[in-house]
């Protein structure tokens, strides 16, 4: 399975971002057996989940730091899950990454399959 995230950059605070994850290479396992989530890495800490949806079902896990200000969705005709994030602070400069499961986790340990990550930064 191959993960590609598109949608990080330059956003001032307060500001928006839609990050994208665009899922191939399913053999077995479809797109839809599988659970996609978000994580992020800022420098000097460790890799934390944001959220995660089950693609089959469309049932959805928000951590405590995405709650109000994400959203995760998915379209699964282009297998592809999205991460909708507003009112965006410094503290959420970091590297953005999607990774796959077949099990209905969402943590980081728990996940097969990790994209190479977005970048975003919050600055002014």
């Known amino acids: 399975v191959q993960l590609v995230e598109s949608g990080g950059g330059l956003v001032l605070p307060g500001g928006s971002l839609r990050l994208s994850c665009v899922a191939s290479?399913?053999?077995?396992?479809?797109?839809?057996?599988?659970?996609i989530g978000w994580f992020r890495q800022a420098p000097g800490k460790e890799r934390e989940a944001i959220a995660c949806i089950s693609t089959g079902g469309g049932a959805t896990n928000y951590k405590d730091l995405a709650k109000g200000r994400v959203t995760i969705s998915t379209d699964n005709a282009k297998k592809t899950v999205n991460l909708q994030m507003n009112s965006l602070e410094p503290g959420d400069t970091a590297v953005y990454y999607c990774?796959?499961?077949?099990?209905?986790?969402?943590?980081?340990?728990?996940?097969?399959?990790w994209g190479k990550g977005t970048l975003v930064t919050v600055s002014s």
């Open positions: 290479g399913f053999t077995g396992f479809t797109f839809e057996h599988y659970v």
């Open positions: 990774a796959a499961a077949l099990e209905r986790t969402c943590e980081p340990d728990g996940m097969d399959y």
